[in-house]
């Protein structure tokens, strides 16, 4: 069975860290373009950060970069969203998504089941 399955998230105040996980099973995350997503409450979701299959190339939407870095572990199959300096505004539910071809697209062929992210004091 082909799932992605996040984990990490929770509650952290303003300033705070978080490291989320997304774990493969089913396929060979090497393989895929990989995308972490977001969907705060009444928005629509929009992608975070992604990186490439062969992990050559990063990309980041405005307002997280410099503090927030994807990685993966090609060993444990799982791709990696360490956030730092998180704010209110990061709060939303953090998805992450694998597709063979199309990179850092909202259509992706596999998706997790999200994880919470709510930064509050």
């Known amino acids: 069975q082909v799932q992605l399955v996040e984990s990490g998230g929770g509650l952290v105040q303003p300033g705070g860290s978080l490291t989320l996980s997304c774990a493969a099973s089913g396929f060979t995350l090497g393989n895929y373009n990989i995308g972490w997503f977001r969907q705060a409450p009444g928005k629509e979701r929009e992608g975070v950060s992604c990186i490439d299959s062969r992990g050559s190339r990063t990309d980041y939407r405005n307002s997280v970069k410099g503090r927030f870095t994807i990685s993966w572990n090609n060993a444990k199959n799982t791709v990696y969203l360490q956030m730092n300096r998180l704010s209110p505004e990061d709060t939303a539910v953090y998805y992450c998504?694998?597709?063979?071809?199309?990179?850092?697209?909202?259509?992706?062929?596999?998706w997790g089941q999200g994880t919470q992210v709510t930064v509050s004091s």
């Open positions: 998504a694998a597709d063979p071809n199309r990179y850092c697209k909202i259509d992706n062929d596999v």
